[in-house]
């Protein structure tokens, strides 16, 4: 059996296993201590609907057609659903989708034999409820014929974004800051950085908080992730109770991060890490590492399918990009992977990863971004302009540009993505 649990919008470090003290997440604790979380994951484009695509499809956002949110998976593509589902699987799905699919699908959603709920609209404080519930009830009377795939997709921590609007212009009346002084998570080190970004990067700032207002939020948006932290508790007790637990693999990710207060920032769409860098748990205590936390190796969400089909012996989707993360977990293998990438917002821009560095490039944008990973984790000073990194940039553009080679570009994408030097 397996499990695919996801969040929305929730920041790779907010979970108290990974060493965040200002939070409480029994519930993925409980996920982390009895499997692998890879710190060094990322989204393949950090907003809702062209993750979600990738993790449906295994193809990047320039080739499923899904460049931003709203958008449609282009027709004829096998879903993951419909790979396990032809081999034995009953495929289910629970929660938020938010992808269009076209009607000659003939499906809600392609590939699985299941709906228990879907959706995107209301709050997660509420909807995510209903899909504790309903994925919990199917855990527990399901007909154990066969093995099952279960996405379980919840909404949590997205209720941020309706918090950051109504309180960007004025910030609405919050309890005495003396009163959770104790409680405020501390503003990050790169707070007030600046960087000499590129035209389309379009990082969410607010200008008009106080400090105090910062870590009010950041207070706030963790309350968040602890609400969905139960929910998902209640899907693993239903799991446990079902007699499944050592039986099923569960994998925990988000489509995106958040941003956090970090380079003064809210919300997501942009290559920062705070926006682009997502929790990614897995869970199979019978075969996989427990308790380890490994801060090598470079993982993408398109890595669910292939990780998943691997599990379930089956061959993934035709020009899947990503790699199975199974053998990696087990600590049987360590990755050759030299790199990931993430694509955003509508097809203009790139993110790059490599073992150290991060390059940042927009379409017909000279002004790049080169971030030393190692010994600069908080992305405050852009050496892309000095000359001893010059070979280091070209480099990373060679890689995207390589990358970029090996893609069947969707109808909907107009050109070839290029670093303007």
């Known amino acids: 059996n ?4 996801t969040t929305d919008q929730q920041a790779w470090n907010t979970i108290s296993a990974v060493g965040n003290t200002y939070i409480h997440t029994p519930s993925l604790d409980r996920l982390a201590n009895k499997g692998v979380t890879f710190s ?4 393949p484009n950090p907003v809702c609907s062209p993750t979600r695509a990738c993790w449906i499809t295994g193809l990047t956002s320039s080739e499923n ?12 593509i096998k879903t993951v659903g419909d790979v396990l589902t032809e081999n034995g699987y009953e495929t289910v799905f629970a929660g938020k989708l938010h992808v269009g699919i076209p009607q000659s699908y003939n499906q809600k959603i392609p590939g699985f034999s299941k709906v228990l709920c879907e959706g995107i609209g209301g709050k997660g404080t509420l909807g995510d409820q209903v899909v504790s519930s309903v994925a919990a009830g199917y855990l527990l009377n399901r007909d154990k014929s066969k093995p099952f795939y279960l996405t379980v997709n919840f909404l949590q921590p997205h209720d941020v974004c309706n918090w950051t609007s109504r309180n960007k212009k004025k910030m609405e009346a919050k309890p005495s800051i003396d009163n959770l002084k104790s409680q405020l998570p ?6 007030y950085s600046e960087i000499d970004e590129p035209n389309d990067m379009k990082v969410a700032r607010v200008n008009n908080w106080s400090e105090a207002d910062w870590r009010y939020y950041l207070w706030n948006y963790y309350r968040m992730v602890e609400e969905v932290d139960a929910e998902i508790g209640r899907v693993l007790n239903a799991l446990e109770e079902s007699g499944e637990l050592d039986n099923t693999v ?18 997501k769409n942009f290559p920062y890490d705070e926006a682009c860098r997502v929790p990614f748990v897995i869970s199979y205590p019978k075969e996989l590492k427990q308790g380890v936390l490994d801060e090598i190796t470079l993982v993408t969400g398109l890595d669910v399918v292939p990780t998943i089909c691997d599990f379930a012996g089956v061959k993934p989707p035709e020009n899947n990009k990503g790699i199975s993360v199974r053998k ?32 940042i490039a927009f379409r017909d944008d000279p002004n ?3 971030f030393d990973m190692k010994n600069d984790p908080g992305e405050t000073t852009n050496l892309a302009q000095k000359s001893e990194f010059k070979q280091i940039v070209e480099k990373h553009i060679q890689l995207l540009e390589n990358w970029e080679k090996n893609l069947k570009y969707a109808p909907n994408v107009n050109s070839v993505f290029t670093v303007k030097r």
């Open 250 to 267: 569960v994998i925990f990710s988000s489509d995106h991060g958040e941003g956090t207060a970090h380079h003064r920032s809210i919300l």
């Open 65 to 76: 057609g899904v460049i931003t949110n709203g958008l449609d998976i282009i027709e004829g």
């Open 186 to 191: 501390p503003l990050p080190d790169n707070f």
């Open 40 to 43: 060094k994951s990322y989204s």
């Open 368 to 370: 790049v971004l080169l």
């Open 2 to 5: 397996i499990l695919f649990i």
């Open 328 to 359: 990696i977990a087990a600590g049987k293998n360590q990755s050759d992977r030299e790199f990931i990438v993430s694509e955003m917002n509508h097809d203009k821009g790139r993110m790059i990863r490599t073992a150290d560095f991060k390059f």
